[in-house]
């Protein structure tokens, strides 16, 4: 008589190929779930931005600008002499009353 006591190397094969795979979907799903709660944040601080910028502009008819301008470049990295050499004001946060931003005030552009 045979003795089926043990498992076989297939079914440990298969077994492990399984769990991989389940392990593989729960890491794709946590990590869309952890995007999304960036760019719902993000979303957050742009729209909490923009309401506090209408209300300085309707309380002084000025932006909440510093003396710093910005030019912006495309995103695919192209060089100045590409640009279409917009330039753009650095908004100062701390003229802003009452801003409470996800990523914080102490965010600066890298230049």
Same mark, same amino acid.
């Given at each position: 008589?045979? &003795?089926?006591?043990?498992?076989?190397? =297939?079914?440990?094969?298969?077994? $492990? $190929?399984? $769990?991989?795979?389940? *392990?593989? =979907? =729960?890491?794709?799903? =946590? !990590?869309?779930?952890?995007?999304?709660?960036?760019?719902? +944040?993000?979303?957050?601080?742009?729209?909490?931005?923009?309401?506090?910028?209408? *209300?300085?502009?309707?309380?002084?008819?000025? $932006?909440? +600008?510093?003396?710093?301008? *910005?030019?912006?470049? &495309?995103? +695919?990295? /192209?060089?100045?002499?590409?640009?279409?050499?917009?330039?753009?004001?650095?908004?100062?946060?701390? +003229?802003?009353?009452?801003? /409470?931003? !996800?990523?914080?005030?102490?965010?600066?552009? &890298?230049?």
């Amino acid at each position: 008589m045979k &003795n089926d006591r043990g498992v076989t190397l =297939v079914a440990l094969t298969a077994t $492990i $190929i399984v $769990i991989l795979i389940l *392990i593989g =979907v =729960v890491v794709y799903q =946590v !990590n869309i779930r952890s995007i999304r709660s960036y760019d719902k +944040k993000i979303q957050a601080d742009i729209n909490q931005l923009s309401d506090q910028l209408l *209300i300085y502009y309707h309380k002084t008819k000025d $932006i909440p +600008k510093t003396h710093r301008q *910005i030019m912006l470049y &495309n995103y +695919k990295g /192209t060089s100045q002499t590409d640009s279409d050499g917009k330039m753009f004001y650095e908004i100062d946060l701390d +003229k802003l009353s009452d801003l /409470t931003l !996800n990523f914080g005030k102490e965010f600066r552009w &890298n230049q």
